[in-house]
């Protein structure tokens, strides 16, 4: 007996035997046999059938990170100088599944020219399904800076005090009591803070591709 809808043994019952006798074993779960069809039944936990081909089972496993603010994933600590980056490789499956990351960027003390520069981007995005937001303090917080944004899309975000304008930005700094720092600088200021990555897909059917996103602390 296999799975065709015939009653191939002559017993009076098509497919009358268990799945995996009908169609034969798959990846990372259990197969069906379905309308004389096999067809993959059910995946292991964590496992998925992305692709729809009965052949490789549940082919793509999830990455296991979580899916909430409250509960993101820690990358540790980036300090500023030296500077310092890291790299997280993970997929969303299922399609609706959301990554989230935190990490803690360290402002070391300054005297002259504050190098504090969080940069988050991707170095992967297959087809560019993916999307991030960057979000500094707290998770409803959401980071634009210098134009660059990355709430809604864009592939990098960037929050930094290593500029200059008459407002903003502590290069050049001094650490001088407030209101004695002087023309043309700005406070050294600490501006250390947690800040955490919301990563999720853009519009469209799931896939196992990986993205890879780069967190970097200092750099230019």
């Known amino acids: 007996e296999v799975c065709n809808g015939l009653d191939d043994d002559c017993n009076g019952v098509a497919d009358d035997r268990d799945p995996v006798s009908l169609c034969g074993s798959i990846a990372n779960g259990t197969p069906s046999c379905t309308g004389g069809t096999c067809r993959v039944g059910t995946c292991s936990s964590t496992f998925y059938d992305v692709d729809g081909t009965f052949s490789n089972g549940c082919e793509c496993q999830a990455d296991g990170y979580a899916d909430t603010c409250t509960a ?105 009591p407030e209101g004695s720092v002087g023309a043309g600088t700005h406070r050294c200021i600490d501006n250390s803070a947690t800040f955490f990555v919301r990563v999720y897909r853009a519009a469209g059917g799931a896939t196992c591709d990986l993205y890879q996103l780069q967190v970097s602390n200092g750099g230019p």
Request: charged residues 10%; hydrophobic residues 35%.
């Open 72 to 176: 993101a994933a820690s990358l540790g600590t980036l300090s500023d100088s030296p500077a310092s980056s890291l790299t997280v490789s993970g997929n969303l499956v299922p399609g609706a599944e959301e990554d989230w990351f935190s990490f803690n960027a360290a402002d070391t003390a300054d005297t002259t020219c504050d190098v504090f520069n969080v940069v988050v981007q991707f170095l992967a995005n297959p087809s560019n399904q993916f999307r991030f937001d960057l979000y500094r303090g707290s998770c409803g917080t959401s980071v634009t800076c210098s134009g660059i944004g990355g709430v809604g899309g864009a592939n990098v975000a960037q929050w930094r005090t290593n500029y200059y304008t008459a407002t903003d930005g502590e290069c050049p700094c001094n650490n001088n």
